[in-house]
């Protein structure tokens, strides 16, 4: 299976916006940040579908064919974060779109929040599957000497059938990891989540540890996971995609999610694979020349919650959490 979908360039709207930050309840993080409306990477797993369905926008084929650029968005950050009732709380970037998506490269509004947020001593983390970061590693070291930063990298598989099938706009997993060691060698912490795992497609031992061991060849700081999450707008899409090429595992998975979530007792057993599997590739911080803020000004985990930040404890932390989006239960 080596299908491939062709994808139509998207039609960029570029719209202003009245705000930059959006409060976030729920979360390992207090503020959310996204240049973009809609994903161009069209992800079939993508969560937003169900947020999009909801919104009674186009949640299907239609999803990431029209993106909206917040042109002024830097301009807007930069104001909020100059009101002195801004209590320099951790931002996450990526909970909502890719912030390097292929428009970044045009419009360069993730650089520009970088530079912001940086400048405002505010700690912020990236959650991408776009190589197209390491453009940004100027701006990246020169923040991370100010404040707390992290970025994650979603890989959820080395297998190139189901990345095509799953991820039709995305660059290759080993792109994405030759990234990440890019960061890791300019100083940044940069890790890998295997998000989102696929019950019985992308969660089996040995597909694991190829993860496990890839990122930590790549220098990976941490590595995290999360398991599929299919709601209702992502669930239609995911299947009916899925069903085109593997009808007995969209039959199978349709009947293992009786509701939006894996069930507590199967989503255990597949984060105490992936702690064992942490454990045995040895993941942890191998910077040798870690940038880190001078001083630090508070102390940070990988979410930007406080918290004593060790890979293992970090794993374990994020059991459940997603970078983005998913609800607490
Ligand atoms: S990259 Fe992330 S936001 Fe974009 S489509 Fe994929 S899962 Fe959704």
Known sequence: MERRTHLA???????????????????????????????AHRCTFCYVRGFEQRAQRASGEGYGASIRVKTNLVEVLEGELRRRSWRREAVAMGTGTDPYQPAEGEYRLTRGCIRALGAARTPFSIVTRGPLIVRDIDVLQEAARRVEVTVHFSVPTLDRAIWRHTEPGTAPPHQRLRAVRALVDAGIRAGVGMAPLIPGLTDRPEQLVKVARAARDHGATHLWSRTLYLAP?????????????????AERLDGLY???YLDRAREDAVHDRVASVIGEADIADRRTHAIEPDPPDIQLGLWGTPSEARPGRDARLERGLMPSARPPR
């Open 258 to 260: 009786r509701t939006a």
């Open 233 to 249: 707008g992502t669930r239609e899409h995911f299947l009916g995609e899925l069903a085109r090429v593997w009808p007995e595992e």
């Open 9 to 39: 360039r998207p039609r960029y709207r570029e719209e202003p916006c009245k705000s930059a930050l959006t409060r976030v309840t729920g979360m390992p993080f207090r503020w959310s940040l996204n240049p973009y409306v809609g994903c």
